[in-house]
């Protein structure tokens, strides 16, 4: 049985599908032109806190406003038992918490209906004309005054003449027989329904046209509602995250389509909860609407949300505007690839799918900008008043990051520089300055970091010639920051410093420098196990290619056989430990090759092919002997094989073409900014006639990897695309279980073969495969180079958190 508090100043209740917080915040800005209002405040609208409401009310309040949260059912009985409203706002019947609420539009209503049930019966209520669904409310028992707001003539409050201008909306209405215009500092043709329902009733309770003019217009939009932010490239960011169902989702996109004219849309989703069993369907509208829309990207988070995804295809979307994420930080850093300049990115779902960390993570990136001064005090950053505060810095100090270098420095206000605009010493020690480049900044707790800066670790010859490291850097402007190559005797343990050369884009070459110890490094060389545990120790868990060097082929066969995937694109392979190992293999097939287990480049390859009658025994340079004789043959293999080297046995995979040539695959795979592994390249190495190898001294030709499948083995262009995409799945497979053996990699191709039915035999994975010094090669071996080179980088700002 209902005991409210029931009180004779105006107590206004607000409920709905969306809008119910916008419509409370523009109502009680209105009001407080001249009346004294207790309202609720935030998202605190449940039941409870409409009790401590009603308990905290006090005798000079002048009126009431209380936003009603009613997703569960009897949520409007336990709110007007607590405080008996008088006047009654319902925004919209909408799909939000469908699941709760019967899973029906019709349910939905019957549930928003309790609060018209038990109002004053003698009240005024207030509703949408332009949401069909309102229709569905059941005021059949109310007996009081019913108005009617939207954009037809025939409704009480009709706005017109509705546009967007600077920083809002305006629109007329016509008030007691007289057009008046009004200004709302907030966007989307959905908050002028708000406004109107707003207008309606400070209206209907005297206030005049004047009154609710200047109330409107002092307005401020709540946190998380359609806020929108500049920043510093030129672009708009929409957070409006507050909560989502697919109403409010597609107002927020026509929001982004007027605001963002002429610029990249950018729209990031996570899931809609609570819609019950309209979940699939409603994340599929959203979808077809944003593709309707013409955004143009969609990044999804959240499992429901992958639904969207779906619809936008479904739409005609294209498959590479939309992707779905089930990890945050890897949407993070597609996201951070996808904005450019003059974008505009809107980003919204339910609040339990916390988007605002999307937000942060925008602003901390976009927000500000930062310029290096030689002029400033080394021990000081400068910043605007407006900026200390929006940062909420809690000391005078914060800490720059530079690689591993971590400098305090002093705030000193400068209210001559705009929000967010930053002032940075450039000389940050007595060793270290910041060379001027292009950089990307970002904020943590109090913090500021600047980077990327990434080491790499080369052979002293690019130190002697430095320029040969150039092609590495054609993308450069992907990955900016200080990039640096060095051989490790320029470290300096007692400054902790590197020396080295580092990449001027301005210039396009390298300049000489001393820098701190990097984010995150990539290593080229072999290098000392004790050298890659001092820096391990410094830079942490960032250093990728270690362990460097020519896999030892005995040991991966080994490993790989024991894996069944694997284990069936596998040459038959033993150690070698005398004769009869040979013999043996060769019972089992034609010809085998014998290859030391830790060398590359083709170095003490040999060939044996069983005959008739005996054997051929062939060199990589073609020299051939026959064998006939078992003694002839021990006599061979202590004559030829490199003394003290672990060898093996492998079955040949026959992969000559009709002229005899050797047909070998060598397929680039690295990681990337997604920090996963992925396909770069494929080429063919056509060897010269008979010759038992194709390196680069016994190479004929080098061609695409494709053109190879449909030239030598008759695959059509879409089966060759499969066959490279198999190739590609097994060997991530392989450098997954690499990985999990300890090895530390970024950067990895394979050797591989195809025999006369198509089948792909990996042979063995190259850390250490010829990259820099191809492009003083043939056009065939350089057209891979821009695939491959630069992509490293990429990885190493990704592990660098930049």
Not at 345 to 369: C, E, P, Q
């Amino acid at each position: 049985m209902l005991n409210p508090l029931i009180l004779n100043v105006p107590t206004i209740a607000i409920t709905g599908s969306s809008g119910k917080t916008t419509t409370r915040e523009i109502l009680a800005s209105i009001l407080e032109e001249k009346w004294k209002v207790l309202r609720n405040t935030g998202n605190k609208n449940l039941p409870n806190n409409t009790k401590q409401i009603a308990e905290s009310c006090e005798s000079s309040v002048d009126a009431i406003v209380l936003e009603l949260g009613m997703g569960k059912p009897g949520a409007g009985e336990k709110h007007c038992s607590h405080l008996q409203p008088n006047i009654s706002i319902i925004t919209n019947i909408g799909t939000a918490h469908y699941g709760n609420l019967g899973n029906s539009i019709e349910s939905t209503a019957k549930n928003k209906s309790a609060l018209i049930k038990y109002m004053k019966q003698d009240g005024l209520l207030v509703l949408n004309g332009d949401d069909e669904n309102s229709k569905l409310l059941d005021w059949s028992s109310f007996n009081g005054r019913i108005i009617r707001i939207g954009t037809k003539q025939d409704l009480d409050y009709c706005a017109t003449n509705i546009h967007y201008v600077n920083d809002g909306m305006e629109f007329n209405v016509k008030i007691d027989d007289v057009t008046e215009t009004f200004f709302l500092p907030s966007f989307g043709f959905h908050n002028i329904h708000n406004a109107l329902l707003a207008i309606a009733v400070a209206h209907g309770v005297g206030f005049s046209a004047t009154e609710i003019r200047s109330g409107l217009a002092k307005y401020v939009v709540p946190i998380k509602r359609l806020n929108v932010y500049e920043l510093c490239n030129e672009s708009l960011l929409i957070d409006d995250t507050v909560n989502a169902n697919p109403q409010s989702v597609n107002s927020a996109l026509d929001v982004q389509e007027e605001l963002g004219e002429g610029k990249k849309r950018i729209v990031v989703l996570g899931s809609m909860l609570e819609l019950g069993d309209h979940a699939e369907e409603g994340h599929k509208e959203v979808g077809a609407y944003a593709a309707q829309k013409g955004v143009d990207a969609i990044l999804t988070y959240g499992r429901a949300a992958q639904h969207i995804v779906q619809g936008a295809m479904n739409a005609g979307l294209d498959t590479e505007k939309v992707m779905h994420f089930k990890n945050r930080d890897d949407m993070h850093r597609e996201l951070k690839r996808r904005i450019t300049n003059q974008s505009i990115i809107l980003v919204k779902g339910s609040s339990a799918m916390n988007m605002n960390k999307t937000v942060k993570f925008i602003k901390d990136r976009y927000f500000y900008s930062m310029k290096i001064d030689s002029t400033i005090n080394e021990e000081t950053i400068e910043i605007s008043s407006e900026t200390f505060e929006y940062l909420e810095i809690e000391k005078d100090q914060i800490i720059l990051h530079f690689g591993q270098l971590k400098k305090p420095l002093k705030v000193v206000l400068n209210d001559q520089l705009k929000l967010g605009e930053m002032l940075v010493p450039e000389k940050l020690s007595k060793h270290i300055t910041i060379p001027s480049l292009p950089y990307e900044y970002y904020w943590e707790d109090n913090s500021l970091h600047v980077g990327p800066v990434i080491g790499m670790i080369v052979y002293t010859r690019y130190i002697d010639d430095p320029k040969q490291q150039l092609v590495r850097f054609t993308n450069y402007h992907k990955i900016k920051g200080l990039v640096y190559f060095f051989f490790p005797d320029t470290i300096s343990k007692k400054n902790q410093t590197i020396s080295g050369y580092y990449y001027d884009p301005k210039t396009s070459s390298f300049k000489w420098g001393t820098f701190p110890f990097p984010n995150s490094m990539f290593n080229r060389i072999p290098l000392r196990a004790s050298r890659y545990q001092y820096l391990q120790e410094i830079i942490g868990d960032t250093i990728f290619n270690y362990p460097y060097g020519n896999t030892d082929k005995l040991d991966f066969w080994k490993l790989m056989y024991m894996q069944p995937v694997i284990k069936q694109h596998l040459p038959r392979t033993k150690e070698y430990r005398d004769v009869n190992s040979v013999l043996k293999s060769l019972q089992k097939c034609d010809a085998v090759y014998l290859k030391p287990a830790s060398m590359a480049g083709g170095a003490g390859i040999f060939h044996v092919k069983r005959m008739n009658e005996g054997y051929i025994w062939t060199d990589i340079d073609g020299n051939s002997t026959n064998i006939t004789s078992k003694e002839q043959f021990i006599e061979i293999l202590n004559n030829q094989l490199i003394k003290k080297k672990t060898y093996i046995v492998q079955e040949e995979i026959p992969t000559f073409n009709k002229d005899r040539n050797k047909i070998d695959f060598r397929l680039y795979i690295q990681k990337d900014y997604t920090m996963q592994w992925r396909f770069s390249g494929i080429e063919t190495k056509v060897g010269h006639k008979d010759s038992i190898i194709a390196n680069s001294k016994k190479r004929q030709d080098i061609i695409p990897g494709d053109q190879a499948l449909q030239e030598f083995y008759g695959l059509s262009q879409d089966q060759s695309l499969k066959k490279i995409e198999d190739m590609t799945d097994v060997c991530i497979r392989i450098l997954r279980i690499m990985e999990k053996k300890g090895h530390k990699l970024g950067d990895a191709c394979f050797d591989l073969v195809v025999d006369k039915d198509g089948k792909f035999w990996v042979l063995e994975p190259q850390l250490n495969y010829a990259a820099e010094i191809k492009q003083f090669r043939e056009e065939g071996e350089r057209r891979v180079l821009p695939d491959i080179l630069p992509t490293p980088f990429e990885y190493a700002k990704a592990l660098a958190r930049f």
